[in-house]
Structures are given as structure tokens and as C-alpha cells.
């Protein structure tokens, strides 16, 4: 059975850098086609992609967050690690990460956790 | 980058009815569609990869279908548990990209 949980700070102030970290279980990071991606939504809207890291350390970034993204993994830990500098108050939302199978999309989720930026 | 425009935002229907959801891509993404349900305060969940293919556990009520860069997801006999909503992703070229999803109230 494949879970996982985000964990992190649910208040951080504008400027600030935010680590978010999903741990897992029931898959590896090591294995061929397998990947882990983060989704945004702010309260009330839709789902936003991220970031996503793959088992060949490939790794994609949206572009509309001005390279404000660092995604890693440590698959000894089965973790994986959102970083996301310069925090503003339009990037308060309930993160999630989730499992990736190749051919598959995102076929597990996290439960999310909220993050909301504020002085 | 990919816009999935999808249709209507709401749709308010009746137990039993058929329900039918679309997303058209705005430009060629083969078979690269995903559909996800998103009940009130939960995390979405997988329904539907590669334009017609179940996700684990879902039931056979929900099928996709596409036609060009036009996707559907149909609901064949809506339940009450399918109250959510509904959002579509291109997973064909990054950025990976949703469409605006579609809220399905029970009257």
C-alpha cells in the first residue's frame, strides 16, 4: 500500500523559504518509472503542478514560479523535498505531493498540508 | 505550455442521471489525460488515466473517452458519493497542467 504525508511549517512570513518535506512508503524512488510530484491549490481554486522528481533523477520544474523551486529526493529516508524560495501571501494553499507511475499520472496522494503566508 | 480548458465550471444534476464532463487540450497530447475527483476537503484522487483506463478501485460508473484534443469523462448513473469535484491534467509535455475543474452538486 502506498501512502504518504507532507509535512512542514503551516505559517511562514513573505520573503521567507519554505521546506516541505513528503515521506513515503510502499513504493521506492529507485524503481524504473516511478516519481514523486508536488501540487498546489490555494483556498477555493484549482490544482496547480509544481514540481516532480523521478527514480532516473530527472527532474521538472513549472516555470511560472521564476525559479523559485528546488525538488530532491533521498531515497535511503524515502523522502523527497520541496524547497520554494520568496515566499508571498498568493502562495498560501494546501500543498500535496504525490506518487507518479509513468504511463500512469499521479496515482496516490498525500492528505495535503496548509501553508499560509503572513506577516 | 498546454492549457486544458474544461466545461461547465458547475453542473447541478440528480441521482441517477448521466453526467458527461469535457476537457479540450489546446493543442495534441495523445493519449496523456488523467481525470481526478476531489471530494470537499480531501485530496484528489486518480478516476481515470490515458483517456479511458480506471484507476485502482474506481468504479466501472465512470469511463473516458476523447475525440481529437476533446476529453470526457462520463458518469453513467451518478451516485451520491459523487458529489465533488472534477479535474483533468495533460501529463503529455511539462508543465503538467489541470484544467479549472467542475464542481457536481446533487440536487
Known amino acids: 500500500q502506498i501512502t504518504l504525508k507532507e509535512s512542514g511549517p503551516s505559517l511562514v512570513k513573505p520573503t521567507e523559504t519554505l521546506t516541505l518535506t513528503c515521506t513515503f512508503s510502499g513504493f521506492s524512488l529507485t524503481t524504473s518509472g516511478v516519481g514523486v510530484g508536488w501540487i498546489r491549490q490555494p483556498p477555493g481554486k484549482a490544482l496547480e503542478w509544481l514540481a516532480v522528481?523521478?527514480?532516473?533523477?530527472?527532474?521538472h520544474y513549472s516555470p511560472f514560479l521564476n525559479n523559485r523551486l528546488t525538488i530532491t529526493k533521498d531515497t535511503s529516508r524515502n523522502q523527497v523535498v520541496l524547497t520554494m524560495t520568496n515566499m508571498d501571501p498568493l502562495d498560501t494553499a494546501t500543498y500535496y505531493c504525490a506518487h507518479r507511475r509513468i504511463w500512469v499520472g499521479l496515482d496516490s496522494w498525500g492528505q495535503g498540508i496548509l501553508v499560509t503566508v503572513s506577516s | 505550455d498546454i492549457q486544458m480548458t474544461q466545461s461547465p465550471s458547475t453542473l447541478s444534476t440528480s441521482v441517477g442521471d448521466r453526467v458527461t464532463i469535457t476537457c479540450r487540450a489546446s493543442q495534441s497530447i495523445n493519449t496523456w489525460v488523467a481525470w481526478y475527483q476531489q471530494q470537499a476537503g480531501k485530496a484528489p484522487k486518480l478516476l481515470i488515466y490515458q483517456i479511458a483506463n480506471l484507476g485502482s478501485g474506481v468504479p466501472s460508473r465512470f469511463s473516458g473517452s476523447a475525440s481529437g484534443t476533446e476529453f470526457t469523462l462520463t458518469i453513467s448513473s451518478l451516485q451520491p458519493d459523487d458529489s465533488a469535484t472534477y479535474y483533468c491534467q495533460q501529463y503529455s509535455s511539462y508543465p503538467w497542467t489541470f484544467g479549472q475543474g467542475t464542481k457536481v452538486e446533487i440536487k
Open positions: 522528481t523521478h527514480w532516473n533523477d530527472a527532474n
